[in-house]
């Protein structure tokens, strides 16, 4: 019996809850680290110490860019019971809002995909970090299939980003979710160093910065929010681009020690705060588990139409068509 089959026995011999509050909680965690981050995106660090000391209260729970995009990928793996790029391509199309806050280059991504432009060919050559921001539902659906988790991830970014080093972000997060899912579905501590090595194993062939720039965490000593946010801000620029984003990100789950902490530290690190919010808060979303979040962060997030309860169907969804998955494996 493989690996993956033997951790899918004992996956159904617990139950699925444990599964669905872990899909909800990196859906959700998403959802509030980047209405969190919403509100200084493009501060430097500096000045959100100088406005809120540590900023940790949400004003206003909207989300951007980042989570209507994470919406897409979800929408489409219900729809389809696997990753299917051309149709997670449509999707982004009809979802997109300008009002969320998209970054410059996907208007011409969405321009070629409305006429007609094939999804592996409509993307651009951006070494950004916009398709690791919404590449959640992909690390924890594939949790179990480390194979399957970065085929679909790769593919995923291809629609919109193209460069090897934009990929590598997009795998090197999928496979942080992944790694968190399983994690914490067994109760497993995280130790730093094999954290990033497994991710390390993931993106080592796409990209070799992105690979020294993982490297670095292990560099990071952590300690009380104040001093973690700094050494993580001094390691890395958390800029929009996939190595100044993702590596951060990925420090504030593993140098902290709750949800609460890991979204906090992400967001007050500065620069591009909402996607940072948004990838730390998937992690920490899918090893906490939903049961864990704040219920302070929860009650703000917007509800009506595709808001908070419709992320949540979504991720219900998702264990269904997991299990259903996994019992026709077996």
Not at 175 to 203: H, M, P, Q, S, Y
Not at 217 to 239: M, N, P, V
């Amino acid at each position: 019996m493989e690996a993956r089959d033997k951790e899918a026995v004992w996956v159904m011999m617990m139950g699925w809850n444990g599964l669905r509050d872990r899909f909800k909680g990196s859906a959700i965690g998403t959802f509030i680290g980047d209405a969190l981050g919403r509100a200084v995106e493009g501060w430097p660090a500096s000045a959100i110490r100088r406005s809120f000391g540590i900023l940790e209260e949400m004003a206003k729970g909207i989300y951007t860019d980042d989570t209507e995009m994470m919406m897409g990928i979800m929408e489409s793996l219900c729809e389809a019971g696997r990753f299917d790029p051309g149709l997670t391509a449509r999707i982004f199309l009809h979802n997109f809002n300008p009002t969320r806050g998209y970054g410059g280059r996907i208007y011409g991504v969405m321009d070629r995909l409305h006429r007609g432009i094939p999804w592996n060919e409509a993307g651009t050559d951006s070494w950004g970090n916009g398709s690791a921001m919404r590449i959640a539902p992909i690390g924890f659906f594939f949790y179990d299939d480390p194979v399957k988790l970065r085929e679909a991830a790769i593919q995923s970014s291809m629609i919109t980003h193209k460069h090897p080093r934009g990929i590598a972000g997009a795998v090197a997060q999928a496979t942080a979710v992944g790694i968190a899912t399983r994690k914490g579905l067994k109760g497993e501590a995280i130790e730093v160093e094999g954290f990033i090595d497994l991710i390390i194993e993931n993106v080592g062939e796409i990209d070799q910065e992105m690979v020294r720039q993982l490297e670095r965490i292990k560099e990071i000593e952590g300690g009380d929010l104040e001093a973690t946010i700094d050494a993580i801000g001094s390691h890395f620029y958390c800029d929009v681009s996939a190595i100044g984003a993702v590596p951060p990100a990925i420090a504030s789950f593993l140098l902290t020690g709750g949800f609460k902490e890991s979204v906090v530290v992400a967001v007050n690190c500065g620069g591009d705060t909402d996607t940072l919010g948004a990838m730390s808060g998937a992690i920490a979303g899918a090893y906490y588990g939903y049961s864990q979040l704040p219920r302070q962060w929860l009650i703000p997030l917007e509800n009506e139409g595709k808001g908070r309860d419709y992320i949540l169907s979504l991720a219900d969804r998702l264990t269904d068509c997991k299990a259903r998955n996994i019992d026709q494996r077996d």
